[in-house]
């Protein structure tokens, strides 16, 4: 078995392959939306939020809206990223999401290239907002962040600017 992950996503479903998946010659370092043909919206992202996202999206039963995995950083994988991007023509906005605060996470290492990458449309973020800490300190405050996320970037009606999702 290789574990790439949290120990909270250990027994996900999702974070499970199955056996043919280990016969490629290497890992994915762009996981493309397979579920939503030709979205009108993108959700890129890494790690657990994905997965939360998609659980989000399947209880909305929201069909517009894709989400793209990001499983390398470094070297960015800018060649697969924009094949998955070109993959729904229809989608006018690509949004970065990070459960982490603005200030920390990958936000400020992707964005520039997911700019680029993106062409003309229009790219926005979600996170946490700036902070001294990774986290609250609060189950219930961490909770209610994570819930306002993820209604923020499957928000039927779209987004016309960056948020941040205050702390505390």
């Not at 790439?4 to 290497?26: G, Y």
């Not at 043909?37 to 657990?48: D, I, P, Q």
């Not at 609060?138 to 499957?154: C, G, P, V, Y």
Request: glycine share 4%; hydrophobic share 40%.
């Amino acid at each position: 078995m290789v574990v790439f992950t949290r120990k909270a996503m250990l027994r996900h479903p999702d974070a499970v392959s199955n056996l043919a998946e280990f016969t490629r010659d290497r890992f994915l370092n762009v996981v493309p939306e397979t579920e939503i043909e030709n979205a009108s919206r993108l959700l890129v992202c890494s790690g657990k939020i994905g997965h939360e996202l998609r659980l989000e999206r399947k209880a909305k039963k929201d069909t517009h809206t894709g989400i793209i995995f990001l499983d390398q950083m470094y070297p960015f994988p800018e060649v697969e990223l924009r094949t998955a991007i070109e993959a729904h023509p229809q989608a006018q906005q690509v949004i970065w999401v990070q459960e982490e605060p603005a200030n920390m996470g990958a936000m400020f290492f992707v964005m520039p290239r997911l700019r680029r990458v993106a062409g003309t449309r229009q790219v926005l973020s979600i996170k946490r907002s700036e902070s001294a800490s990774p986290a609250t300190g609060s189950r219930k405050a961490h909770e209610m962040e994570q819930k306002t996320i993820l209604e923020l970037a499957l928000s039927a009606r779209g987004l016309d600017h960056s948020v941040e999702v205050k702390q505390g």
